[in-house]
Structure formats: structure tokens, C-alpha cells
């Protein structure tokens, strides 16, 4: 669906790309249907919000609680498979007069600084800020032109410094309270990390006799005038300048008046310059300033006196003044004030030739997507974070549930699948097996087997072993596959694609040998065998007992692979041989000893900078016999994520219960764990190509132009960031005791609690409700975790019979119903 762009950074979940700036509100509603919810019926679903294959104006609205952005997740990976259109519509960001830190084959991505995308800008990035100027010296004894040349470096911190700056990180903001996790540019207050080195340099050195020299003379500092009204020395070298940078700089004869400020006299020896200002007379020697009562700074760089009675005194004024003082080895001071964490350098060697400003904050710096921040020293530039960019997005979610496990992923051709891939044997040796049940085993790896027996006890030949549910992976193309039924008198076997919904009847095979079934988009092949024919080398402990081999039904191992080139891959076997496997290891049978944990998520991308690490996510589950339920382990990772550890980390300090983190390729990994009993969930989002930032040094002034392509498409938003829900085609996530715009389109007073809610305990219910020319759906229950069964529905909206205008939702997460309201 194109590339789109994330400007607002949000707490929790909130992950999702939305574009930057703000469309109109007529554009919005260009081609509202002015029917609204009055004629809006669930059974058409996932229409208004989608139409003709892209999002029609659609915003999902979830309140601030985490769980219901959790929720909102499920609502959007739903209404993903409802898209086709591949217009690519996006917005277009411009930044006039600016530099954006990037170039061909080399994005400003996750865990890099500027120095590793620029080493330095010049004139060639900044032909303004930064353009070659001639330095006019017509001042003292010594004159003449010289042109000189101006960078702005960066920092080079090395790959493994635990401290950069201008570093692009995905981490907890350690200067709030709250320490969120987020998208950040960070800029350290450590050591010599500096974020940047403003360097003047001469073509050529400028000798210089005394201050006379320099002072009157006009610099082009990064774009902005400055004059030198003080300079010192040591051994003839230039150690210090005084830069004013004023409002009005004008030479004043005795008498004349500029913006307020009248010439009053001059001293007979050219030392000081007497001027009145809103009623008060101040002396100002030359090449200083004065900071008059209303906070306007004055300064003076020339005092011409005259010493003829018939010509005027003259003085050179600059009015509204910014006074920088630049001293070697010391911090720059600005109107007085020192800027802490600058230093000044000096490197003249016969006068006046090179001066360097190194510049850190003196706090620690997180900038959010659309921050900026300003040059403190000079006030001539910024530098802006206008955003990250996450290319077509996919979401895999795991949720336990109970003694279940479900996984929902989409394969190459784009087609969403649910599927329950573990449950506890709370009677057998193990705690955790692959499948739904031990009548629905999930068979991914190759040369896996299941016999009748290890069905349970009421399964007793091969004509009841249907329910098996295997991964058919060939080609890049996955496939969930359950064998519907066995008829073993006519050795006949229907097969339903669970992908595709698509039934295959009375595929036949032969009995006791490997026999290939062509029905699928390549050639797979299994066994059926009864048990007077069982197969040699399976296990002398499985005789007696009918059995189905699986055994060619992937060709790049257990994997289902995802749409975005990634894949999910199982590390479980069934039957605990024939696939290198230990029986008993861990939690589960037939666990290699090599791999610790049972799934993992892998990142895929054949084109990604040669420098950018690609990552294994794992995912392992235990049994809490305690709770009864199926628990995720701590996700880890192969690699270091972005905030350089292999474990998640707390999305916010107040927030104990949802952990986060993000790979240095831009994978997203939440990890849901409720206090106590309720349902875990695991989210992993991953980018089509590698995550980067958008981030530009502009002059002061400049401002962000976003052109949108079209005024259609999907808002992420907090109910915090909405002032008018009837711009949107809106589905609000979250009750009207969490959700402001929730309990303003139920009519209800903010926060409604309990009862007040309309609701009973335990329910939860999706509502179509009045919104204006436009629509609105309330996904919403008693409970944030009864909110999250509710949006599990429209996860898989298809699969559930909705009709009318609401409907309640009863029993798990992992297992809805539906009943009309």
C-alpha cells in the first residue's frame, strides 16, 4: 500500500504510520455519504470504512489505556485484508531551503547518527546556511578580501558507543517521568559526543595588528549577519571575538534617531558613544553593549568622532542586538548567558584565520517525531524530526488464551490466517503441543508423524484421524491444510485449505507408501498407513497403530512464510522423532536441543544496507498449572534491539504489564502480560524495507509543506488528538469510562463507569452509532480485556455472522460468540 509517514509520536502500542500534517476538512469530506449510521448495518462490514479496495476516510480511535490499543491492532490487521488498492497514495514532505540526512542506498535508519548518513554539510548540502562568503576587511591597518568557507560536522561516535549524538533510536525517553517508549533522535550531554561543529575557515590567513583590524568588519555566520565589535589576541593570534547580530545596524550621526534610539554625542577620544533610549541616557564604550530596561540590547562597533565644530559625530549602532562571545577553549556566552556544553576553538596561526564551535545540550535531548530544535548559539538553523517511515506494513499476533495459543500471519499472496498452534495436554508428558487439542495436532516440520493413539484414547484407526492441521510451505507460498476427513475404505482423503477457504474432496492415495497430492500451488507428499502395514524405522514403540507421515510438505523448512518476505518458524515436532528431535525436551515433545524456543520470527530482506543486522525474534510458551493457562516467556532476540539489549522493555515507567522494543531493521515486538490470570499476546510488526527517519537541518524560518495524494486513508489516533470524530469514518476502540469519544457518541457523561456504561459484566459489543454525514463504530466491553474479545471478532470479521446495527459479544479472546443485542 505504499509508503506512509509517522509524525505523532504516541505512548504504548500506538505503532502504526499515519501521515504528517493535517488534511483539510473539506478534502475529508469530499464524497461523505450523507446517509451516515442510520443506514449503516454490521453485515456490511468492513464497509463504509473501506470501499473499492482502499481506506475510505477511516480513523481507528482508541483510547489511552494500552489494552485498548491493543485491541485497536486486531481491528486493523482485519481491515488490511480488505485492502487491494495499490495507488500508493502518501504524502509528500518538503522542507524549504533544508537538508534532509539522506541519499541513495543510505536511509537515516534505526541505531544511526548523521555522522554514518553525512560526515558534514557544506555550501553543496546548504547553499545558503552554509555558502562560501568573502570576508571584506576594510578596517585598521590591514585590508583586503578573502573568501572563507563554512561546515557543519558531526560527531563520529564509533559503532559500538554506548553514547551518540543526533542517533536515531527506539528506546524510553529518559527525561520524562513517564520514561515511554519511541521513536527518538537523540542528542547526548556526555563527554566530547558533541551533535555538532560549526567550523569558519579562511581560504587564506588574515593578518592582524590589533583589534582595530577586526572590529566594524561583517561576517555571514550560517546565514545570518554579524559584526565584530571586540576582538583579543594572544602572541598575535586571535583568541576571542564579540559578534553582534542586531536588528537595525546603522550608523548614526549626532542627533538622528533610529527605531527609538537617538545619537546623543560621541567622546572627543573615540572611546564611547552616548545614547538616549525611551527616556534614559546610557554611555556605551565602543565595542560593547547594553541591555536597556525593556530587554533591547545595544551595541556599538565604530565611534568616529569628528573634532570639527561644523561636521557631526558618527557612531555605528546595532539596535536589538544578539551579543555571542566566542573565547578559546572556554563555552560560547549568548547576551551573557553561557551556553553549557559548547566549546570554542581557535586555530589561527598568523592572526585570524579558523575558528571551530562545538555544540552538546547540556540535557539530554529526545526528539518525537515532529520536534525540532533550534541552534542555540548562532539562532540560524534547526534541526527537525519530521517523521519515520515504515513501508507497507504486516502484523503477526499471537494470543494465549487460556489452555490455546491462536497465530494469525499473512502468506506472499497477502491471505490472513488464523490458527490455533498450541495447546496444554494437561494429561500427557507434556505441558505444551503443537495443534488445537489432542484430536487437532499441528504438524509444521517435515518427517513428522502422528499414530491414532497419540490422538487420545478415542481415536482408534486411520478413518478418525481427521482434525490434523499441517503447514504446506513450497515456494514462499505457506498454506494452513486440515485433513477433513479419511475414508479408508475407498483410501480417498478431503483436504480444506484453511488460507484460502477452499475444500479439496476425495483426493486419493495408496496406502502404506508416499504418494503425492498435486492439489495445492506445488507437489506435497504423505503417508497413510493402517497399523498391520506400519512403516519400518518409525519406532518399534508405534507399532500396532495407524499413522500419517508427513513427509515433503515444505521445501525451506518449517516455515510460513510472510508477506513481506519474513517468516515464522516452528521448532516443535509431534511424534518427538524422526526430525533430530528430543522427546520431553522442554515443554515440549521433540524439541531440538538446539533451539531453545519454539517459534521464532525472522526478518528477510535481500536488499537491505549491507550494515543493517537482520534479527530472529524468539517466542517460547510454559503452562502455569496454577492459573491454567497457557503463558508466553519473555520475548528475546537473537541481536541486540535498538535499545542495546536482547530483551523487551517497559513501554512506560507506570505501565507494568506491556513490554516493548524495536530491531535495528524496524520490526516491532510487544509483549501483552497481564497480571495474574487473563489472555497474553504477543504483536510483531514488521516493514516491507528497513524503518528510517526523516530528518533535515533547515534555516530558522523554515517550515514543513505536505502534499497529499489523496484524502483518503487510515488515522491511528488517540481519543486525546480527536476534536471532531465527524471528520473520520470512524471505529472508536475502548468504553466511555476510558474513551472520551466513545462516551460522546453514546451520549453519555465522561467517564461512564459500570452500569453506566450500558453494558454487564463481562459483556462487550460492537455498536453502530450516529456520526453526522460520516460513521461511527463503538468496539467497547466492561472490561479492557472484554474490549479486546469484541475487536478479535473484526479481526476475523468474515468468519462471524454480523448483522444490524450492534451485536454483544460473549465468551474468550480466543474464542468469541457473537449473539444479537
Known sequence: MGKTLEVCYMQNIKRVVKKIGAISAGALFMGASLMGAMAADLSEYPSPFVMNGAYDNAAVITSSNSLDANAGLFIINGLSGAITSTDGSSSTTA?????????????????????????????????????????????????????????????????????????????????????????????????????????????????????????????????????????????????????????????????????????????????????????VTESINDGATKTMADGTIIGVTNVVPSNKQSAPDYCDLNIGADKVELEEAKEVKVNGDTVTGTKVTFGSTQGFDVFNVSFKPSDKVYLAPGDEYVDPIFGAFKLMFTGIVEDSVEEIEMDASGETVSLTATNKDGDITTWDVAFANTTGTGDVMPGSDIDEPFISLEGDFVTNTSMGNSISDLSEMSGIRFLFSMNDRSHIVKIKSIDTLTNKTTFYDETTGTEYADQEWTSNASTSFSFMPSTFQLTFARDDEFPIGLG????????????????????????????????????????????????????????????????????????????????????????????????????????????????????TTIKSAKTLYGTFVEQVTPTGSGADSITVRTPDTATYAEVYVAPIGSSITTTAASASGLSILDDSEV???????????????????????????????????????????????????????????????????????????????????????????????????
Open 95 to 279: 522542507v524549504e531551503g533544508a537538508y534532509k540526512l539522506q541519499y541513495s542506498g543510505n536511509e537515516f535508519n534505526i541505531n544511526d547518527t548523521a555522522y554514518d548518513v553525512d560526515t558534514k554539510l557544506t555550501k553543496t548540502q546548504l547553499a545558503t546556511l552554509l555558502a562560501k562568503t568573502t570576508f571584506k576587511d576594510d578596517e585598521g591597518t590591514n585590508t583586503g578580501d578573502t573568501e572563507y568557507s563554512q561546515e557543519l560536522k558531526f560527531t563520529n561516535s564509533g559503532g559500538s558507543a554506548s553514547e551518540k549524538s543526533i542517533w536515531y533510536v527506539y528506546d524510553q525517553n529518559g527525561e520524562d517521568s513517564d520514561k515511554p517508549m519511541g521513536d527518538f533522535i537523540y542528542l547526548s550531554k556526555s563527554g566530547t559526543t558533541y551533535a555538532w561543529v560549526y567550523e569558519f575557515n579562511l581560504d587564506s590567513p588574515v593578518t592582524v595588528a590589533n583589534s582595530a583590524d577586526l572590529q566594524g568588519t561583517r561576517l555571514v555566520l550560517l546565514g545570518k549577519q554579524f559584526t565584530v565589535s571586540a576582538a583579543s589576541f594572544t602572541t598575535g593570534n586571535v583568541t576571542k571575538l564579540t559578534l553582534l547580530a542586531g536588528d537595525v545596524t546603522q550608523t548614526l550621526a549626532t542627533g538622528e534617531t533610529v527605531n527609538g534610539v537617538t545619537l546623543v554625542g560621541v567622546e572627543a577620544n573615540g572611546a564611547s558613544c552616548t545614547i538616549e533610549y525611551q527616556g
Open 540 to 655: 518399534t514403540g508405534a507399532i500396532g497403530n495407524d499413522v500419517i507421515i508427513f513427509g515433503n510438505i515444505n521445501d525451506k523448512g518449517s516455515s510460513y512464510m510472510l508477506q513481506n518476505g519474513g517468516n515464522v518458524t516452528f521448532w516443535s515436532n509431534w511424534s518427538g522423532a524422526g526430525t533430530g528431535g528430543v522427546v520431553g525436551a522442554g515443554d515440549f515433545p521433540g524439541l531440538p536441543t538446539n533451539r531453545p524456543y519454539w517459534m521464532t520470527i525472522g526478518e528477510v530482506d535481500t536488499s537491505a544496507e549491507s550494515n543493517l543486522p537482520l534479527n530472529v525474534i524468539d517466542v517460547n510458551l510454559t503452562y502455569s498449572s496454577a492459573n491454567q493457562e497457557i503463558n508466553f516467556q519473555a520475548v528475546a532476540s537473537n541481536k541486540d534491539f535498538a535499545h542495546r539489549a536482547t530483551s523487551l522493555k517497559q513501554t512506560d515507567k507506570s505501565e
Open 723 to 821: 476534536t471532531d470524530a465527524s471528520m473520520y469514518n470512524a471505529i472508536v476502540v475502548g468504553g466511555p469510562a476510558a474513551n472520551q469519544i466513545a462516551a460522546d457518541l453514546l451520549g453519555l457523561t465522561y467517564p461512564a463507569y459500570s452500569a453506566d456504561s450500558g453494558l454487564s459484566e463481562g459483556e462487550a459489543m460492537i455498536k453502530m452509532v450516529d456520526n453526522g454525514a460520516k460513521v461511527a463504530m463503538i468496539v467497547f466491553g466492561w472490561e479492557a480485556e472484554d474490549t479486546r474479545r469484541a475487536a478479535k471478532v473484526l479481526e476475523s470479521y468474515d468468519a462471524y455472522e454480523l448483522s444490524g446495527a450492534e451485536v454483544s459479544v460473549t465468551g474468550t479472546t480466543s474464542s468469541p460468540t457473537i449473539a444479537s443485542a
